[in-house]
T-cell receptor, first 115, second 110 residues
Framework: GAVVSQHPSRVICKSGTSVKIECRSLDFQATTMFWYRQFPKQSLMLMAT?????????EQGVEKDKFLINHASLTLSTLTVTSAHPEDSSFYIC???????????FGQGTRLTVV | KNEVEQSPQNLTAQEGEFITINCSYS?????LHWLQQHPGGGIVSLFM???GKKKHGRLIATINIQEKHSSLHITASHPRDSAVYIC????????????FGKGTLLTVNP
C-alpha cells in the first residue's frame, strides 16, 4: 500500500509554545488529508479536512486559530498546535487519500505531551 | 446510538483460534474500511469493501449491504495479530469523511 510519513512520532513541549506536525505522502499525490485526534482508549476524532491549495475545513468545536493546518502541496500537510496547553496533550494522526472515496492511508501518529 | 457499532469491544483468544469481529452501521455508505491499530498507535488499512468479500492472507472481510453489516475474520490467529481493529464507513454522496467504530481490542495469547 501507499506510504504516509508523519513526523515527529513523539514530541514534548512547554506550555505556550507551538508545535508543528508534518504529514507527507511519499509515493502518491494526496488531494485530501485528514487530521485526527485520539484520546486514550477512544476512537479517532476528526479535527479537520485539508484539500491542497485551499483552506482546511474544521469540525465543529475545533479551534481553527489553535490548530493551524496548511496543505501547500499535494504531498505535504502540516498541523501546528499553537500556544500549546497540557490539555492539548494527545495522539494526533493524519491520513491521506489520492482520489475521493478511495483507500485511506494513515501516518504513524504523533504523541504530543505538553508540560 | 453510534452510526458504527462494533462487537465485541474486547476479545481474548488462544493462538490458532478463528476470530470474528463484527461491525454494524446505520447509514448509507459508499465503502467500509477495516483498519488495524497497533499499540504504538500507527494505523494500517486492511480492507476497503463496497460489496462481497475480500481475502488477504489469513484475513477475510465480508460485507452485506442490505443488512448493513460487515465481519472481519482472522484464521489461525497469532500473537502478532494482537491489536485494535477498527471499522470505519464512508457515507454515500459527496461526504468524504470516515465515521469510525470504537474498535475491538484483540489479544491473542500464545
Amino acid at each position: 500500500g501507499a506510504v504516509v510519513s508523519q513526523h515527529p512520532s513523539r514530541v514534548i513541549c512547554k506550555s505556550g509554545t507551538s508545535v508543528k506536525i508534518e504529514c507527507r505522502s511519499l509515493d502518491f499525490q494526496a488531494t485530501t488529508m485528514f487530521w485526527y485526534r485520539q484520546f486514550p482508549k477512544q476512537s479517532l476524532m476528526l479535527m479537520a479536512t485539508s484539500n491542497e491549495g485551499s483552506k482546511a475545513t474544521y469540525e465543529q468545536g475545533v479551534e481553527k486559530d489553535k490548530f493551524l493546518i496548511n496543505h501547500a502541496s499535494l504531498t505535504l500537510s502540516t498541523l501546528t498546535v499553537t500556544s500549546a496547553h497540557p490539555e492539548d496533550s494527545s495522539f494526533y494522526i493524519c491520513s491521506a487519500e489520492g482520489n475521493p472515496n478511495t483507500e485511506a492511508f494513515f501516518g504513524q501518529g504523533t504523541r504530543l505531551t505538553v508540560v | 446510538k453510534n452510526e458504527v457499532e462494533q462487537s465485541p469491544q474486547n476479545l481474548t483468544a488462544q493462538e490458532g483460534e478463528f476470530i470474528t469481529i463484527n461491525c454494524s452501521y446505520s447509514v448509507g455508505i459508499s465503502a467500509l474500511h477495516w483498519l488495524q491499530q497497533h499499540p504504538g498507535g500507527g494505523i494500517v488499512s486492511l480492507f476497503m469493501l463496497s460489496s462481497g468479500k475480500k481475502k488477504h492472507g489469513r484475513l477475510i472481510a465480508t460485507i452485506n449491504i442490505q443488512e448493513k453489516h460487515s465481519s472481519l475474520h482472522i484464521t489461525a490467529s497469532h500473537p502478532r495479530d494482537s491489536a485494535v481493529y477498527i471499522c470505519a464507513v464512508r457515507r454515500g454522496g459527496s461526504n468524504y469523511k470516515l465515521t469510525f467504530g470504537k474498535g475491538t481490542l484483540l489479544t491473542v495469547n500464545p
